[in-house]
Each structure stands twice: as C-alpha cells, then as structure tokens.
C-alpha cells in the first residue's frame, strides 16, 4: 500500500490523503504549525489581520468578549452540544444579545452556518429549497 490507497484497495481524495497524514504525523504537523505561526507573528501578519476583523466587526468581537467573560467569571456555565453532548463552542444568533447562545460542537457549528437547526435542536436533513 502506498499511502493513497486505503486498506480496501480504494483510493484516498487528496483531502483524505491530508487528514491521514496530519494523523499518522501528529507531532509533526503541531511542531510545523507552531513554526509557521511564530514566523507569522514575527512578520506581524496575525496581528494586522486581527485588528481588521476587529475594525470591520465591532458588534461581533464585543458579544464574544462579553461571553468569554461571563464563562471565565462564573455567570454563565458552557455546556455540552445541544445536538450530540460533545464539547461546545458558542453560536451567537444575535450578537446584540451577547449572553444568547447555542452551545454546538465544531461540527454542528460548522453545519448551522450552512442548514440552521430547527426547534427540536436537531439538524434539518433535508433544507428547504424556493422552486
């Protein structure tokens, strides 16, 4: 087996490919990681995108301030995705309420952005379409 093919013989999407050598690389890929946020940091470019995404998003970068320290100060509890009971992240539906959230995993919070959950607090299989 050469690396592109997987133990049924079938092949590997590069994508694939990626995720399996990041896995079989862990220690690796973190140390490469690391360096190329340190050279980044040295060349001020996280920092200069940073302030950006601060300038052109004020609201947001204020409600997740405000979360983060009502989590850090005891007033407000993280819990467990809504969806699956794995470990959250916060969903800000209205960032004018800051205190507001859906706590999601990375995965559900990834897919909200794409097929918003319905009431019952599972994903919506099939999104509706406008014919």
Do not use: F
């Not at 850090?72 to 470990?87: H, M, N, S, T």
């Amino acid at each position: 087996m050469n690396g592109t093919e997987t133990e049924l013989g079938g092949t590997l999407t590069p994508t694939e490919r990626t995720q399996a050598w990041r896995k079989a690389n862990r220690e690796r890929y973190l140390a490469y990681q690391r360096e190329y946020q340190r050279r980044r940091r040295a060349a001020g470019l996280n920092a200069d995108a940073e302030r950006e995404y601060r300038t052109r998003n004020p609201e947001k970068v204020a409600a997740r301030m405000a979360l983060n320290n009502a989590v850090r100060d005891g007033k407000l509890e993280r819990l467990p995705c809504e969806v699956c009971d794995a470990p959250s992240e916060a969903h800000h539906e209205d960032y004018s309420k800051p205190l507001e959230v859906r706590w999601l995993c990375p995965q559900h919070h990834r897919e909200i952005h794409h097929h918003p959950l319905d009431s019952g607090g599972t994903l919506d299989e099939t999104p509706e379409t406008e014919e």
